[in-house]
C-alpha cells in the first residue's frame, strides 16, 4: 500500500506544464443534475485556458457554455506506481469572436470525432491543483 507521504502537491505552473504533455483528459460536469465525466481531446490555450474543440449542437456545449466545470489529465505507470494527476476548475465558454475563432481554427486542437459547425469551448484556470504520487 502507497503511503500518504508519497504524495507531492504540485504548484500551478507544474500542473500546467505537466498537463499541456497529455493529449486526453476529461471534463467533469452536471448533466440532468447529476455528475457526468466525458473524456476529450484539448490543448492549451495562452499556457493556462484548456481548449476544447466539438460540434456547436452537441450535448457538451449546451451543459457547459457559461457555467463553472472541472478538467482533469493525468498520466500514471502502474508498474512504479507513480504519475500525477491535474484539475482545473472554472467557467467554460464557447468562443463566440470572428477573429478569435479563425486565430484558433489554425492553432487550436482539432476534434477527434466528425464536427459539424465546429466550436471552441474555453474553460478558464481559475484554480488549479494537482499532485504527484511517487516512490521516493
Known amino acids: 500500500m502507497v503511503q500518504n507521504d508519497a504524495f507531492r502537491a504540485l504548484d500551478r505552473q507544474e500542473c500546467l506544464r505537466l498537463l499541456a504533455k497529455v493529449p486526453v483528459g ?40 457559461g457555467v463553472v466545470v472541472a478538467f482533469e489529465g493525468d498520466e500514471f505507470d502502474p508498474a512504479t506506481r507513480s504519475g500525477w494527476s491535474v484539475v482545473v476548475t472554472g467557467r467554460a465558454d464557447v468562443v463566440t469572436d470572428p477573429a478569435e475563432h479563425e486565430r484558433l481554427s489554425r492553432t487550436g486542437p482539432a476534434s477527434w470525432m466528425p464536427a459539424r459547425d465546429e466550436v471552441f469551448v474555453r474553460i478558464a484556470s481559475d484554480m488549479v491543483t494537482g499532485r504527484e504520487l511517487g516512490t521516493r
Open 26 to 65: 476529461r471534463v467533469v460536469y452536471t448533466r440532468h443534475a447529476l455528475p457526468a465525466v466525458l473524456p476529450v481531446n484539448f490543448a492549451l490555450d495562452g499556457d493556462d485556458a484548456v481548449l476544447l474543440c466539438t460540434s456547436a449542437g452537441s450535448d457538451l456545449v449546451r451543459a457547459i457554455d
